[in-house]
């Protein structure tokens, strides 16, 4: 931990300050002068000066995190295609996976290998993500195909509706900076492939898993949450289905995750006991154990969660085979370093995060949670074991899963009761129908066992997902406030070993100082008066907010799909801390006219009728939406207004000229696509 914590230190003063890979350098060389300064220090003033080494340790590491931020971040390589790339220029790619079905679109993540510039092939780093469209044939591509994208790439944007999701930033961290939208005649499929000899294998040991599921298990939910919950594939499943294991508490099931890995890991002990008086079963033992536990990892994807189990068990058994205990807290620490050690930005990845503070919370509270009760019956006191981890995993992890989901599952204990065993003995099953899939027969029966489960799981999920009470929903904290949360969390903990009250008044304080922060920005939002254009593709999307409710102008697709709803408006509306209302007090709609507290807002669609050449109307703000037949000069002949507005339900070439037209006459354009949303306060 002593070198975990400066290590994260220095990774995110890299990444927040953009701190130079100079500065971290200077920063090792004083690291190392001090460690030198107090080791040639005579030995009856070293005890006086021992925390000199300390502190150069702390300096080292923190120097060491900003270091491996600053060059594994791919925008400060030489070769990155940002550096060379511009419009027109071809680029050739290759597949780093097979193509991917989406609803409306083949998908494919490629790397860039090289960039035609004055008729040289300039070698370059970095993915780039290609979506085919539909209604052309599939690209005959495959795993280390190469082509060459004559279309040209755009960057990776975030929708930028408030609150929302930073999907760029979350690509930035895979090292995807840009991607292209191509049609048939975009690409050419060159006859050379490249590919390594790892990843092929990896994948083609993935294929042929998923292709033993699919012939085995029917129905296609069941088949979707079987190639989640063994190797993490989550492309097929449907986005209603895990809404509902996330409401219920359980999505942990189908995220693979080190649950998985313990399954598997406990499987192979029990597997391996009956060998234990034998003498090579301590050698063949550890390998099998490891190549087992790194296969999977590997083909599930080795996400941070099941690298960070990965990691652990290969300490415990290592540890173990030279006959040495390891400590949990160290296999923890150790684990976060290596992997932050080969990429510093798991750091933001939520998977990471909450398997650390799980694990941390679970080896922390189990143990005192489990002693509250003590049962007689062997079944009940293996029932509250299985509650006390669930219960205790919860403790750490709560401030970051209300950060980022802004909901809390109020019957997390009782379908992780009844999920957790059920999916394991799923889990056990399709092991099973891996290992004697040629027997098809048998194979048969297993599958038909697998989907029964798959479908009982289903839907007891589904189930307990539509009590009215199963999600408390909608909250809202910031990053101060979470941070808070943790240090009341970390002296409530500290009382709770060594009962002290100025401990306790310690917790109190900050708890009270968290409902104090909460209570300022509920003042805040009891107070606000606004209007939000969403960035929402192909549709229109206005909330009119006052106070801590709103009311909804648009598409009325958008108040009926959940996936819509949730990804691009839900975000907003948590962050507003808003509820739907049918009408506000403070708003004025007359039509298409919008008014409130002196400020007009004017919304024109295809119906929209032009008025007559008269004397100009004052405007605040014009929305352009539904792709209206209109010119911005007859608008601009029509209102006084300076601020138009272009969503996202316009085409973008026809949003491109109203831009160039506004921009002639001098007037402020804000494209919803381009520019997120716009948010116009009163």
């Known amino acids: 931990m002593r070198i975990l914590l400066p290590f994260i230190v220095g990774i995110l003063l890299q990444f927040h300050f953009q701190l130079s890979l100079k500065l971290f350098f200077y920063l090792t060389i004083i690291a190392f002068v001090i460690w030198v300064c107090y080791e040639i220090l005579p030995s009856y003033k070293k005890f006086n000066f021992s925390w000199f080494t ?16 600053f060059i594994k971040n791919i925008a400060h390589q030489q070769l990155f295609i940002n550096h060379f790339y511009e419009k027109k220029f071809p680029i050739k790619l290759t597949l780093k996976e097979p193509i991917v079905t989406k609803p409306k679109s083949y998908k494919a993540l ?39 994208v004559t279309k040209n790439l755009m960057p990776i944007i975030n929708a930028g509706n408030p609150g929302g999701f930073n999907y760029a930033r979350y690509c930035s961290f895979q090292q995807i900076h840009n991607q292209a939208f191509l049609n048939d005649d975009d690409f050419i499929i060159l006859p050379t492939t490249q590919t390594n000899w790892f990843d092929k294998l990896i994948i083609q040991a993935r294929t042929k898993v998923l292709s033993i599921l699919k012939t085995y298990i029917k129905g296609n939910h069941e088949l979707s949450i079987a190639e989640a919950l063994l190797i993490g594939y989550r492309d097929n499943l449907d986005r209603d289905l895990v809404q509902s294991y996330s409401n219920t508490g359980v999505v942990h099931i189908i995220a693979i995750s080190g649950l998985h890995l313990g399954m598997i890991y406990g499987l192979l002990l029990f597997l391996f006991k009956p060998l234990k008086r034998y003498k090579w079963s301590k050698i063949l033992k550890p390998i099998v154990i490891l190549l087992v536990l790194w296969g999977f990892c590997f083909i599930a994807g080795a996400a941070p969660s099941i690298l960070r189990s990965a990691v652990m068990f290969s300490f415990i058994v290592l540890g173990e ?9 160290n296999s923890l620490a150790a684990s976060a370093f290596l992997l932050l050690l080969i990429n510093p930005f798991n ?23 489990n002693n509250w009760f003590y049962f ?3 079944l009940l006191r293996a029932i509250w074991s299985l509650n006390a981890i669930t219960l205790s995993a919860q403790i750490l992890t709560l401030p970051i899963v209300l950060y980022h989901f802004h909901q809390f599952p109020t019957l997390f204990l009782l379908t992780n009761l009844f999920a957790v065993p059920f999916s394991g003995f799923i889990l056990y099953m399709e092991l099973l129908l891996l290992a004697i899939a040629s027997l098809n027969f048998i194979s048969t029966y297993v599958g038909e066992l697998i989907t029964w489960c798959i479908s009982v ?33 970390l002296f409530f903990w500290l009382w709770f070993y060594y009962k002290k009250p100025k401990i306790l008044m310690w917790a109190i304080c900050f708890i009270t100082c968290f409902m104090v922060v909460r209570s300022l920005d509920f003042i805040q939002k009891n107070h606000q008066q606004k209007i939000v254009v969403y960035n929402v593709p192909n549709h229109t999307a206005i909330d009119l907010i006052e106070g801590r409710n709103y009311t909804f102008i648009g598409d009325s697709i958008l108040t009926t799909d959940g996936f819509l709803r949730n990804f691009h408006l839900k975000p907003s509306r948590v962050l507003h801390r808003i509820k739907p209302q049918q009408s506000l007090n403070s708003f004025t709609i007359h039509k298409n006219l919008i008014s409130c507290n002196g400020k007009s807002f004017l919304i024109i669609d295809k119906d929209f009728e032009t008025l007559p050449n008269t004397e100009k109307i004052n405007i605040d703000a014009i929305v352009l939406t539904k792709n209206p037949t209109i010119y911005i000069s007859k608008l601009y002949h029509t209102f006084n207004c300076k601020h138009y507005i272009f969503d996202s339900s316009n085409p973008f070439w026809k949003i491109a000229q109203w831009k160039k037209d506004a921009d002639s006459l001098h007037l402020q354009s804000h494209s919803t696509v381009t520019d997120g949303a716009f948010v116009m306060n009163f």
């Not at 300390?54 to 931020?69: D, K």
């Not at 085979?321 to 807290?329: S, W």
């Not at 799981?457 to 904290?477: G, L």
């Open 376 to 378: 007689k019956n062997k």
């Open 110 to 148: 490629t790397t860039a290998n090289s960039v035609l510039i004055n008729k040289q092939w300039q070698p370059v780093k970095g993915d780039v993500l290609l979506y085919f469209k539909k209604d052309s044939s599939q690209p005959n591509l495959h795993y280390g195909s190469q082509i060459i």
């Open 321 to 329: 085979t030279l006959g040495k205990k390891a400590n949990i807290y």
């Open 457 to 489: 799981m289903n839907k007891f999920i589904i189930f307990a997902d539509k009590i009215s009470f199963s999600v408390w929903p909608a909250i809202q904290i910031t990053i101060v406030q979470a941070i808070i949360l943790y240090v009341a969390l």
């Open 54 to 69: 300390g502190f150069a340790i702390m300096l080292f590491f923190i120097a060491l995190g900003g270091q491996v931020s």
């Open 347 to 369: 750091l933001w990845d939520v998977g990471f995060q909450l398997s650390y503070t799980a694990v941390l919370s679970i080896v922390v509270f189990q143990k005192h949670i």
